[in-house]
């Protein structure tokens, strides 16, 4: 993981040999602070990818093979880690969620 200038970017590579990435700027500021997180799915055609905020709120519209590009705003001071988080279906709904890259927020 490298830290530049308030950039945080994190490169994972899962089981099945594909790489997700999450990048995120500004990792620290003042509330509000509004966050753009940038990064790949998986690369796989199957499973579900998301984006697990670390204040409660998710977006699971993450596309496996595509790349892309959040805005979420942190209104409360506090640290919070968010996590790139993906999984295989499992029947209806993905059966389990790993977490594939993470980056740290810090909120004063």
């Given at each position: 993981m490298g830290l530049l200038w308030g950039l945080a970017t994190m490169v994972m590579t899962t089981p099945a040999g594909s790489s997700s990435t999450l990048a995120a700027s500004p990792t620290i500021g003042t509330a509000p602070l509004a966050v753009t997180?940038?990064?790949?799915?998986?690369?796989?055609?199957e499973g579900v990818m998301l984006l697990d905020f670390g204040d409660g709120q998710?977006?699971?519209s993450?596309?496996?093979?595509?790349?892309?590009?959040r805005t979420?705003?942190?209104?409360?001071?506090g640290?919070?880690?968010?996590q790139l988080k993906s999984g295989a279906y499992g029947g209806q709904r993905p059966s389990i969620l790993t977490a594939v890259a993470s980056v740290t927020i810090t909120v004063h």
């Amino acid at each position: 993981m490298g830290l530049l200038w308030g950039l945080a970017t994190m490169v994972m590579t899962t089981p099945a040999g594909s790489s997700s990435t999450l990048a995120a700027s500004p990792t620290i500021g003042t509330a509000p602070l509004a966050v753009t997180f940038t990064g790949t799915g998986s690369g796989m055609n199957e499973g579900v990818m998301l984006l697990d905020f670390g204040d409660g709120q998710t977006d699971d519209s993450i596309s496996t093979i595509r790349t892309f590009t959040r805005t979420h705003t942190y209104t409360a001071a506090g640290s919070y880690t968010v996590q790139l988080k993906s999984g295989a279906y499992g029947g209806q709904r993905p059966s389990i969620l790993t977490a594939v890259a993470s980056v740290t927020i810090t909120v004063h």
